[in-house]
């Protein structure tokens, strides 16, 4: 994948400020998801990042793709797209997958589990909200549109 680049409210000029995107799609059952989260991880908008920024980038990114293919894609042969936008210290991501919608049209929670009944999963939400500033989500038609904005120092 080439490394594209996008300009300030999509004009053109020598004064614009111009920000690194990548756009990635993949099927989405869970060996994919691995696959498309290592492209992620060599895309131009990561490669900018720090260290630290990118290991935060790539929990966030790996929790919310594995959540995509279990539970909205659910081996139905849905497909997940991912565009992500290095900003001035922030990192945009919106995630869209034609699975099946959240539970009550909304995002969970993402409270911690009762440690006393040691789940095996349960963490997700709770990790992508803690990484993230901003969530948001919309189903739009038969398509879930997840958009993120994760701080980070470059």
Same mark, same amino acid.
């Given at each position: 994948?080439?490394?594209?680049?996008?300009?300030?409210?999509?004009?053109?000029?020598?004064?614009?400020? +111009?920000?690194?995107?990548?756009?990635?799609?993949?099927?989405?059952?869970? +060996?994919?998801?691995?696959?498309?989260?290592?492209?992620?991880?060599?895309?131009?908008?990561?490669?900018?990042?720090?260290?630290?920024?990118?290991?935060?980038?790539?929990?966030? %990114?790996?929790?919310?793709?594995?959540?995509?293919?279990?539970?909205?894609?659910?081996?139905?042969?849905?497909?997940?797209?991912?565009?992500?936008?290095?900003?001035?210290?922030?990192?945009? %991501?919106?995630?869209?997958?034609?699975?099946?919608?959240?539970?009550?049209?909304?995002?969970?929670?993402?409270?911690?589990?009762?440690?006393?009944?040691?789940?095996?999963?349960?963490?997700?939400?709770?990790?992508?909200?803690?990484?993230?500033? +901003?969530?948001?989500?919309?189903?739009?038609?038969?398509?879930?549109? %997840?958009?993120?904005?994760?701080?980070?120092?470059?």
């Amino acid at each position: 994948m080439r490394a594209e680049r996008m300009a300030v409210n999509g004009m053109a000029s020598q004064a614009a400020v +111009e920000w690194p995107f990548a756009l990635i799609e993949m099927p989405g059952d869970l +060996e994919s998801v691995r696959a498309g989260l290592a492209r992620a991880m060599r895309s131009a908008p990561l490669a900018r990042l720090g260290p630290e920024d990118r290991g935060r980038a790539e929990i966030l %990114l790996a929790e919310v793709l594995n959540n995509i293919a279990e539970h909205a894609c659910c081996g139905s042969g849905a497909g997940i797209r991912l565009l992500l936008r290095l900003e001035p210290a922030r990192l945009c %991501l919106v995630v869209e997958d034609d699975g099946v919608a959240m539970p009550s049209g909304a995002l969970p929670a993402g409270e911690l589990p009762d440690a006393a009944s040691l789940p095996e999963g349960g963490f997700g939400w709770f990790l992508i909200r803690s990484l993230a500033r +901003e969530i948001s989500y919309l189903r739009d038609g038969k398509t879930n549109r %997840l958009g993120i904005v994760m701080d980070c120092e470059q």
